[in-house]
């Protein structure tokens, strides 16, 4: 097995496990895990708080003006557990929401929010031992990461683990709505004219909808043998 640290690409749909296996792998490997879909999630947050995003428009111009001036960070909380604070607030709760999801997913279309994104999560990856998970991380952020995974998993099996999530969190939706959400953003996250998301040619793909997350967790380790 590798022992110079190297970065790990974690790419695939929406709610398909990508946060767990690269958690997993991060805790297995002493590496730093890397939400990049929770830093487009806080930029959302940020354009609706400020009133230049609605859930039909976004006032691009504003948004762009003031962009510099969102820092995105993460801090693991008292149970180790990785948090996303925007310009030093905790709003891990606020951006996990449906609507939010949703947001994250049209400002993810932006090529001048893709562009800032992906200079901060370039930076962050510099100095290696970086698990990161996204739509574009083995495409656009580390195209030269030594290891890449794509995970795929059915829509119907995505929506259900979404809404036990955000059940489990309190957060009141139905499974309706939930898969009716997943099927909008696989739809828009592969079609959009900025990194759509798609495999990378040197990316291992997993199904995951019938294996367990130890499972997942064994073959991706199982993968740090052949790096
Ligand atoms: O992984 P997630 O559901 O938290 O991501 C929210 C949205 O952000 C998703 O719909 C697409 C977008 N995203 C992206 O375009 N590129 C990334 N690297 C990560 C997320």
Request: hydrophobic share 35%; glycine share 6%; with cysteine.
């Amino acid at each position: 097995m590798q022992t110079k640290k190297i970065n790990i690409a974690v790419d695939g749909f929406s709610s398909c496990g990508k946060s767990t296996i690269a958690k997993g792998l991060a805790k297995e490997l002493g590496y730093t895990y890397i939400d990049s879909g929770a830093m487009y999630r806080a930029i959302a947050l940020f354009a609706y708080r400020n009133g230049w995003m609605t859930d039909t428009e976004i006032n691009e111009s504003e948004l762009k003006k003031h962009i510099s001036e969102i820092e995105i960070s993460f801090q693991a909380n008292a149970d180790g557990q990785q948090e996303t604070y925007l310009n030093g607030e905790n709003v891990e709760k606020e951006i996990r929401s449906l609507r939010i999801g949703n947001a994250a997913s049209r400002v993810s279309t932006l090529g001048f929010v893709r562009k800032e994104l992906v200079r901060q999560q370039q930076a962050m990856g510099k100095k290696k031992g970086v698990v990161m998970d996204g739509r574009d991380i083995g495409t656009v952020v580390f195209p030269d990461a030594e290891l890449k995974i794509f995970l795929t998993a059915s829509p119907e099996i995505r929506a259900q683990r979404r809404f036990n999530e955000l059940q489990a969190k309190g957060i009141s939706v139905s499974y309706e709505d939930t898969l009716a959400n997943v099927r909008e953003r696989d739809q828009r996250d592969t079609t959009r004219a900025e990194s759509p998301l798609r495999k990378a040619d040197d990316a291992i793909e997993l199904d995951n909808s019938y294996i367990t997350i130890e499972e997942q967790l064994q073959w991706a380790m199982n993968l740090m043998h052949d790096v």
